[in-house]
RNA sequence: GGAGAAAUGGCAGAGUGGUCGAUUGCACUUGUCUUGAAAACAAGCGUCUGUAACAGGACCGGGGGUUCGAAUCCCUCUUUCUCCGCCA
């Protein structure tokens, strides 16, 4: 959500940024400007009434204490009318703030300078690449991989559940098993704190990171509890600091946390879909931080270093994009995708994205820290996955087959127990 | 799941209808003293909103109600604790 303040001081700014973003806010900073005025004045209006009668309301104390019960009657008679305009205004005021809450949070997050325009992700920038490798002709694409090798079982997932939940089995769990111990230790390492979140959020939390009210439909939603199942180990780990003040030595606030994910994906269907290339429940090992503001910048290119040398530890070609305006996520101002190339499909595959928020999400979430005169200022949050294993899985046993075995790449032998799968 | 108790500022802990936004202690900040530190003493010390700045307004777990006036009374929800039951 972007700061009321800075919108009604910068109106030309949101409107221009914005459109970087494909999004024309020009109607709905209006009605927010317009919505924001009359929501002060009438606040002021009804304080003005509040003020009024506390006066009152202390006179008639004192003159009862005075033992004046007569002129106590009067005052008495005399506050009911400030009362009455006080009620209306304040409902016209809880009207307008409501109002202005729904339009505020109908605008995304402005762009860095430095995103560049675009539609779609055919536009984004790519800004580091690796070569592509060839595999030969009787490489096999990683569905057929995890079959041969008895890794995972598609079909009983969905017997169990339903498409797009995988079972891992015997080395392909143990693999999947080798690949989180490996990020967190990777990340702790680099001084993130590990986390465990619960897997199950409620609506506040869900709200905070702004997965609600818009993004409802790619939830799974418990509606017995009114619990939502997480899309992301973003949502309970950002949510950990909601409405708090942090001391400011404690910046930066450095998180890393393993969850299995869910989305539920509606409408997609096809060959994009097939193996592991979209589930409706995968793992990630997410990494969050909380900095200064006037840090966030270094340190979102401290986190694409920190996910750039993970993806080199794992010995796997990838890229780097920076996204366009066009496929920024709506909370974020600038985002950082890696994609790994499966040689089998041919095709690049998105590992991880790494985006900074700035102060869009704790603005939402109240997240302050103080500066140097004691004042609170918004805290800015990153994120970024470090990494999604389903897609690193896919690509890790496509470029790494051989006639009969796949090879594990070194840094995650010592985890899995051997050099290769056969 | 059943019965009971509780929720107040960073923490501890007063406050049961009228200058209570809230006594006090600890913690913290600044100053005095000291070569420096400690101790002692003095002052300051919540958040949000609002204003050019004052003023003003809101907030004592959340929501609602009673009243001229609520931290204090009533309703409701949530959470925590104790006891019982069940249980990985």
């Given at each position: 959500?972007?700061?009321?303040?800075?919108?009604?001081?910068?109106?030309?700014?949101?409107?221009?940024?914005?459109?970087?973003?494909?999004?024309?806010?020009?109607?709905?900073?209006?009605?927010?400007?317009?919505?924001?005025?009359?929501?002060?004045?009438?606040?002021?209006?009804?304080?003005?009434?509040?003020?009024?009668?506390?006066?009152?309301?202390?006179?008639?104390?004192?003159?009862?204490?005075?033992?004046?019960?007569?002129?106590?009657?009067?005052?008495?008679?005399?506050?009911?009318?400030?009362?009455?305009?006080?009620?209306?205004?304040?409902?016209?005021?809880?009207?307008?703030?409501?109002?202005?809450?729904?339009?505020?949070?109908?605008?995304?997050?402005?762009?860095?300078?430095?995103?560049?325009?675009?539609?779609?992700?055919?536009?984004?920038?790519?800004?580091?690449t690796d070569e592509i490798?060839?595999?030969?002709?009787?490489?096999?694409?990683?569905?057929?991989?995890?079959?041969?090798?008895?890794?995972?079982?598609?079909?009983?997932?969905?017997?169990?559940?339903?498409?797009?939940?995988?079972?891992?089995?015997?080395?392909?769990?143990?693999?999947?098993?080798?690949?989180?111990?490996?990020?967190?230790?990777?990340?702790?390492?680099?001084?993130?704190?590990?986390?465990?979140?619960?897997?199950?959020?409620?609506?506040?939390?869900?709200?905070?990171?702004?997965?609600?009210?818009?993004?409802?439909?790619?939830?799974?939603?418990?509606?017995?509890?009114?619990?939502?199942?997480?899309?992301?180990?973003?949502?309970?780990?950002?949510?950990?600091?909601?409405?708090?003040?942090?001391?400011?030595?404690?910046?930066?606030?450095?998180?890393?946390?393993?969850?299995?994910?869910?989305?539920?994906?509606?409408?997609?269907?096809?060959?994009?879909?097939?193996?592991?290339?979209?589930?409706?429940?995968?793992?990630?090992?997410?990494?969050?931080?909380?900095?200064?503001?006037?840090?966030?910048?270094?340190?979102?290119?401290?986190?694409?270093?920190?996910?750039?040398?993970?993806?080199?530890?794992?010995?796997?070609?990838?890229?780097?994009?920076?996204?366009c305006g066009g496929d920024?996520?709506?909370?974020?101002?600038?985002?950082?995708?890696f994609e790994v190339y499966?040689?089998?499909?041919?095709?690049?595959?998105?590992?991880?994205?790494?985006?900074?928020?700035?102060?869009?999400?704790?603005?939402?979430?109240?997240?302050?820290?103080?500066?140097?005169?004691?004042?609170?200022?918004?805290?800015?949050?990153?994120?970024?996955?470090?990494?999604?294993?389903?897609?690193?899985?896919?690509?890790?046993?496509?470029?790494?087959?051989?006639?009969?075995?796949?090879?594990?790449?070194?840094?995650?032998?010592?985890?899995?127990?051997?050099?290769?799968?056969?």
């Amino acid at each position: 959500m972007l700061q009321i303040q800075k919108i009604r001081e910068e109106k030309e700014t949101v409107i221009n940024s914005l459109k970087t973003k494909n999004f024309d806010a020009t109607a709905i900073v209006e009605s927010i400007v317009s919505l924001d005025e009359k929501k002060r004045k009438t606040q002021a209006q009804n304080d003005e009434q509040l003020s009024r009668i506390n006066k009152a309301s202390k006179e008639i104390g004192m003159l009862m204490g005075q033992g004046k019960k007569e002129e106590a009657e009067v005052k008495k008679g005399e506050v009911g009318q400030l009362k009455s305009t006080s009620k209306e205004l304040g409902a016209q005021l809880q009207q307008l703030e409501k109002e202005l809450h729904d339009e505020l949070v109908k605008l995304p997050n402005l762009p860095h300078p430095s995103v560049p325009p675009g539609k779609s992700e055919e536009e984004n920038e790519v800004i580091k690449t690796d070569e592509i490798p060839t595999l030969s002709e009787s490489a096999l694409p990683h569905w057929a991989l995890t079959e041969k090798y008895n890794l995972i079982d598609f079909e009983l997932g969905t017997k169990i559940t339903g498409s797009g939940f995988p079972v891992y089995r015997g080395k392909g769990a143990k693999l999947q098993r080798a690949l989180i111990a490996y990020f967190l230790d990777y990340n702790t390492e680099a001084g993130y704190e590990e986390f465990m979140p619960p897997h199950l959020v409620n609506e506040e939390s869900a709200y905070g990171t702004g997965q609600l009210p818009d993004k409802e439909g790619q939830m799974y939603h418990a509606t017995a509890d009114n619990f939502y199942l997480i899309p992301t180990a973003e949502v309970p780990v950002t949510n950990i600091y909601r409405g708090d003040i942090i001391a400011p030595e404690k910046l930066p606030i450095k998180m890393t946390a393993y969850t299995p994910c869910f989305r539920r994906e509606a409408g997609s269907y096809g060959k994009d879909v097939r193996g592991l290339n979209r589930l409706h429940q995968f793992d990630k090992v997410e990494i969050v931080q909380m900095v200064k503001a006037d840090t966030s910048y270094d340190v979102l290119d401290e986190m694409v270093a920190h996910v750039e040398k993970l993806i080199q530890n794992l010995e796997l070609p990838y890229r780097i994009l920076r996204l366009c305006g066009g496929d920024v996520s709506f909370a974020s101002a600038i985002t950082y995708d890696f994609e790994v190339y499966s040689a089998a499909q041919k095709r690049w595959l998105e590992v991880s994205s790494v985006s900074n928020f700035e102060n869009f999400q704790t603005n939402r979430m109240k997240i302050r820290t103080r500066n140097a005169e004691g004042k609170t200022e918004l805290v800015h949050s990153l994120n970024g996955s470090s990494l999604a294993l389903p897609r690193i899985l896919a690509c890790l046993l496509e470029n790494n087959q051989t006639e009969d075995s796949i090879k594990i790449p070194k840094v995650l032998q010592s985890y899995f127990g051997a050099e290769a799968i056969n």
